[in-house]
């Protein structure tokens, strides 16, 4: 019998898809909540043919090197900014993703933060806990209306299109700025392409779905949120770096936007002294986007038939580097 390929799982994830890894490869898993530090990772991927990985494991070139028979890096999300993806090409090295079945639970988290933070939840249910709550107040607690309002998607992807479906439910209606056109979104949407500027002028609602890359990082600075309108929500669940933290500070802080609804931040988890964390027109979720059981589920399952493709010479079913495959590690 020809031995059982070896991999390092950085972290214990659903049963989907550790059920298959462990049933077919000689599996290390790392019991700990937090992540594997990146000196032990190196060491564990040494002897590795193939890694399953986490978004809070940086995959660098060094890192790479260190492991000369690894085959495939699995990614446990969509998101693959923590991987070095040219070194990993540039080493034989299949890397996936979980794309798709995550979009309707991070759409339904962005919408989540979006009626969340224009309806004031969280400072009302504060308001409630702390005892404050005395009466009905005509002029208490007043935020912003959805039906018929403007939602701007920076990034239409498969996952700003599932905001900006479920918008339409609301009657909004939607422009968006991408470096692709969508004709999907075009068509079936009605959304309108703008620039950044008229965007952000002209949106109630602002969601990001971009990657993180050298063009998007800090993109939302002081000067995009001066642009925004003084009644503009402000909903991330892409990634942290994408906004300037104390621009965004800055901006809730002086009422230059109405408020915001986070799911990401940089760093994650903010540090207890964030001034982010005490202002009362913000909501942050712990990087909770994707966590419904049947989306984890789902995102487990590709993460192992990724990692088994890799292992076994096959396409990836969502391969992010498909371009190594005449060069790929046998
Ligand atoms: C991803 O997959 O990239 C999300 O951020 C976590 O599910």
Redesign the pocket.
């Known amino acids: 019998m020809a031995p059982r390929h070896r991999v390092f799982v950085t972290r214990v994830i659903p049963e989907a898809g550790l059920k298959q890894i462990q049933e077919q490869c000689h599996a290390e898993i790392w019991p700990d909540p937090l992540p594997p530090p990146h000196d032990v990772l190196r060491e564990k991927v040494a002897n590795c043919d193939g890694l399953v990985s986490l978004?809070t494991d940086r995959i660098d070139a060094a890192l790479l090197d260190a492991a000369p028979q690894l085959k495939v890096v699995s990614n446990y999300?969509?998101?693959f900014n923590n991987i070095e993806i040219k070194a990993a090409t540039a080493r034989g090295i299949c890397v996936g993703n979980?794309p798709g079945v995550?979009t309707d639970a991070?759409a339904d988290m962005a919408f989540c933060l979006l009626i969340g933070a224009a309806r004031r939840l969280v400072e009302g249910h504060q308001y409630t806990l702390s005892g404050q709550w005395k009466t009905w107040e005509p002029l208490g607690h007043l935020g912003q209306d959805l039906v018929g309002r403007t939602l701007g998607i920076v990034g239409m992807g498969r996952i700003g299109y599932a905001l900006a479906k479920r918008c339409r439910g609301w009657e909004m209606k939607i422009l968006y700025h991408d470096v692709h056109r969508n004709e999907h979104a075009e068509k079936d949407l009605g959304a309108t392409s703008v620039g950044f500027d008229q965007l952000l002028a002209e949106s109630d609602f602002i969601s990001v779905h971009t990657d993180l890359n050298d063009a998007t990082r800090g993109l939302f600075n002081e000067k995009r949120f001066k642009q925004m309108k003084p009644t503009a929500i402000f909903i991330n669940t892409a990634?942290g770096p994408i906004v300037d933290q104390k621009a965004l500070y800055n901006a809730l802080k002086a009422g230059t936007i109405f408020a915001a609804g986070l799911d990401?931040t940089d760093p994650e988890p903010p540090a207890l002294d964030e001034p982010l964390l005490r202002l009362p027109n913000i909501i942050i979720a712990p990087?909770i986007?994707?966590a419904t059981v049947g989306t984890r589920n789902a995102?487990a399952d590709i993460c192992a038939r990724n990692l088994l493709a890799g292992l076994n010479g096959q396409d990836l079913p969502a391969w992010v580097n498909p371009e190594v495959a005449s060069t790929r590690r046998r």
């Open positions: 978004l999300a969509v998101g979980t995550l991070t990634r990401v990087h986007a994707s995102m």
